[in-house]
């Protein structure tokens, strides 16, 4: 008997669970204990909001209801007789399906699924499968440091490579601060520039140690791609039909300066973008709670259902995105979801986004490669974005973006856009060049364009050509 399930198993619970055979018969059949069955159901089920609230039946209480309905004329009927009633009763309780507390645990092959206005729980097999390899491989991928730590651990570097001490003796002085971490893990991080004024230079034998083969990466959270990669998202699109993800980006102006994160709803292309100082998880962070203030929870769950980044280690803290603190002001640490989920595109297959890549080309005509955006404002950002989105666009039939995202959100999506400082350019008036920002951005891209083509010096004999 093996001891890891694979596809072709949880395929085959899958279809005997859709078949109403119940979890003893599906041990038995596999081998397996019944433990592991319904451990493998509850551990790997998918969440869905197929159906919610199709019915007021969503309330415990429908049978026995006999409240009179709210803001409404007519007080002799009922409320559990007028659509959504259970939205503003104070006596609401949500119902709770026995099927889902007990054997089968999913919902898979229920009778009542195209009716019931309950939360659903789903089983497939494809995105268990997926959970639990990115789950193994994971969990072997090491430890990684928070930015606290990671901030800690430079401090202490720093001070004792220019006392002319080892890494070695660095870390037996500061054991716990080092615990869990080789002395080759650190090498490569100094290697590698993580830690700012602790170059490869200062080390005492540098010459005599060869530069790791591969970079390692620290992210806030180093197993934020369990449960989130594109196979899973392929499974909770299936359970969540008409959702499409939104994607996001970052783009780098210069090294260390300034960084633009940007996003496209793929449906009306429409893209936003945000000036930022550094590429950090809790920069996102920020940015997501600024639009989920601004947006509304209602519209802001319509614009970010599914988000999808690629594996920067500023996306790296997935739980902060889809979760707020409510109660920021006393620094509460109670977090709350925002009801969107977040996924990762495969490691180098930026194919997976392409919306937001395009964006990116369009970007590029403002922006140029390699001049740094430092001296650039959020309202510089916000006329570049006005004028990408007013592009009109094959694709739309003939239509830009900004009207594609106004007919599909209405008035609420217009101030939105309004709020953000997106507005509607003139056909006529729209321009894709680096003058748009004005003179100094104008000369800031110049420079970059020569340096690009081998012009080292603005004013020599080859820019004067």
């Not at 780098?252 to 449906?267: A, D, Q, W």
């Not at 495969?346 to 937001?356: G, L, M, N």
């Amino acid at each position: 008997m093996a001891k890891h399930m694979d596809s072709v198993v949880r395929g085959q619970i899958q279809f005997w669970v859709e078949s109403h055979k119940s979890v003893a018969w599906i041990a038995r059949s596999l081998g397996k204990p019944p433990s592991t069955i319904w451990r493998e159901l509850i551990n790997h089920r998918m969440p869905s909001d197929k159906g919610y609230g199709c019915s007021n039946r969503l309330c415990a209480r429908f049978d026995v209801c006999t409240r009179p309905s709210y803001g409404a004329t007519d007080y002799k009927s009922l409320a559990k007789n007028k659509p959504g009633c259970f939205e503003a009763c104070p006596d609401f309780r949500e119902a709770v399906c026995e099927r889902l507390s007990s054997a089968p645990f999913v919902c898979n092959g229920c009778e009542h699924e195209r009716s019931c206005p309950l939360m659903k729980r789903f089983y497939l097999a494809d995105g268990a499968e997926a959970a639990y390899r990115s789950a193994l491989v994971n969990s072997r991928t090491g430890v990684h440091p928070d930015d606290e730590t990671a901030a800690k651990m430079g401090a202490a570097v720093r001070d004792g490579l220019r006392k002319g001490q080892s890494v070695r003796h660095i870390l037996r002085a500061n054991g716990e601060l080092f615990a869990g971490y080789a002395d080759s893990t650190v090498y490569g991080w100094i290697n590698d520039g993580l830690f700012a004024g602790a170059g490869r230079s200062m080390l005492p034998f540098a010459c005599s140690r060869r530069k790791p083969h591969k970079k390692p990466v620290t992210k806030t959270n180093a197993k934020c791609r369990v449960g989130r990669t594109m196979k899973e998202l392929y499974a909770w699109l299936q359970a969540h039909p008409g959702v499409t993800p939104t994607e996001i980006d970052t783009v780098i102006g210069s090294i260390s300066g300034k960084v633009l994160y940007t996003m496209c709803f793929p449906k009306s292309r429409l893209a936003l973008a945000f000036l930022r100082d550094a590429k950090t998880s809790q920069t996102t962070t920020r940015i997501f709670n600024m639009l989920w203030e601004l947006a509304g929870p209602k519209l802001f769950k319509r614009l970010f259902a599914v988000v999808l980044p690629d594996n920067g280690p500023e996306f790296s803290d997935p739980e902060t995105i889809e979760k707020y603190r409510p109660d920021p002001v006393h620094n509460s640490t109670k977090l709350v979801p925002r009801g969107i989920k977040v996924f990762f595109c495969d490691p180098y297959c930026s194919s997976q986004k392409p919306h937001v890549e395009r964006v990116h080309i369009e970007l590029r005509r403002i922006f140029e490669k390699g001049a740094p955006f430092d001296s650039l404002m959020q309202e510089h950002v916000n006329l570049a974005m006005s004028h990408v989105n007013s592009l009109t666009r094959d694709s739309l039939g003939g239509k830009c973006a900004y009207d594609a995202f106004v007919e599909e959100f209405g008035d609420e999506g217009r101030r939105f856009l309004d709020a953000l400082g997106i507005r509607r350019i003139p056909a006529s008036e729209v321009t894709l060049h680096p003058f748009l920002l004005g003179e100094k951005f104008q000369r800031i891209a110049d420079k970059a364009v020569l340096r690009k083509n081998g012009v080292k010096k603005p004013g020599t004999d080859e820019l004067k050509k």
